[in-house]
C-alpha cells in the first residue's frame, strides 16, 4: 500500500499497520523489507520508477528482497561501510547481542534475502538526492538516517521505532535489544537526530509520525535522562 507523505517521499507498507516499512524518496528505494514482501515492493516500483536503492542498515527485515529488486530492476544497492559485509553475503544476524536466539535464527532462516553486491557506499554528509546522510550507528554498527533539510523529513530507519512490535500498539520506542548491536551508541545517535528538529519522520517500524508538538524531542530526553 503506497502512503505519499510529502513531495517525493512515499510509504510502502509491507505489512499490516505498518509494521514494517521502506520508502521511496525522489526515486531512490530506502530498504525492502522481508524476503517475502518482494511482490509488494516490484508493485510499487513499477508505479513509482526509482534508480537506485538504499540500505538505512542490513537487518533481514530491511535488505530481505533487496538482491531481487536490484536485479530485476538493474539498480545499484548502496549502504554505509560498516554494512557492506552483511548486505554482501546476507548473513545479517551475527552481529546481534545473542544471534543464536530462537528469533535471530528464525529471521536469518525465513526473513533474510540472498546477499547482493554493494556498487557504493554513503557515509556522513554524503547526499541521497536532497536527503543527507547522519550516521546513526547503534542499532547496527553501520546504521544510517536520512534528512530533507528544506521541508524536515527524516527517514530514521530502525535508530527509533513508532509502534510496540508485540502488540503494534503506535507510540516511541527504542529499537528492541535483542536486535541492537549498542545501545547507548543507540542513544547518542536519537540525540544527533533530536538536533535536527524534524517536522516528519518515517520509521521502519510503526506510522509516518508528524512533529509539530516535538514529541520526538521529548522521547529522547527521556531515553537521555534513564541511559
Known amino acids: 500500500m503506497l502512503h505519499h507523505i510529502a513531495p517525493e517521499v512515499v510509504q510502502i507498507s509491507l505489512m499490516p499497520r505498518n509494521s514494517i516499512n521502506c520508502y521511496i524518496i525522489e526515486g531512490v528505494l530506502v530498504d525492502a523489507g522481508i524476503r517475502s514482501s518482494y511482490n509488494t515492493v516490484r508493485k510499487a516500483l513499477e508505479e513509482i ?6 540500505l538505512t542498515h542490513a537487518h533481514a527485515d530491511h535488505q530481505g ?3 531481487q ?14 554494512e557492506v559485509c552483511r ?9 546481534y547481542p545473542s544471534p543464536q536466539h530462537w528469533i535471530a535464527k528464525l ?10 553486491r554493494v556498487d557504493q557506499t554513503v ?9 543527507r546522510v547522519i550516521e546513526t550507528p547503534g542499532h547496527s554498527a553501520g546504521h544510517i538516517s536520512l534528512f530533507r533539510e528544506h521541508d524536515g523529513i527524516l527517514i530514521a530507519g530502525d535508530a527509533a521505532i513508532n509502534m510496540s512490535l508485540l502488540t503494534t500498539a503506535t507510540g516511541l520506542r527504542l529499537p ?11 542513544i547518542e545517535s536519537l540525540q544527533k537526530l533530536a538536533k535536527l528538529n524534524p517536522a516528519i519522520i518515517c520509521f521502519g517500524h510503526g506510522p509516518v ?8 524531542e521529548q522521547f529522547v530526553a527521556k531515553c537521555s535522562a534513564l541511559s
Not at 87 to 95: A, L, P, Q, S, W
Not at 107 to 116: D, N, R
Not at 176 to 186: A, E, G, L, V
Not at 209 to 216: A, G, I, V, Y
Open 87 to 95: 548486505t554482501e553475503t546476507g548473513m545479517v544476524t551475527k552481529d
Open 107 to 116: 529471521q536469518q532462516k525465513y526473513w533474510a534475502g540472498q546477499g547482493h
Open 65 to 67: 528482497c533487496s538482491d
Open 209 to 216: 509520525m508528524r512533529n509539530s508538538d516535538r514529541k520526538f
Open 176 to 186: 528492541p535489544n535483542i536486535f541492537t548491536s549498542d545501545r547507548q551508541r543507540n
Open 49 to 54: 520508477p526509482v534508480y537506485q536503492h538504499v
Open 69 to 82: 529488486i536490484c536485479e530485476a530492476f538493474s539498480i545499484p544497492l548502496l549502504c554505509h561501510p560498516d
Open 123 to 131: 557515509v556522513e554528509n554524503d547526499f541521497v538526492g536532497n536527503f
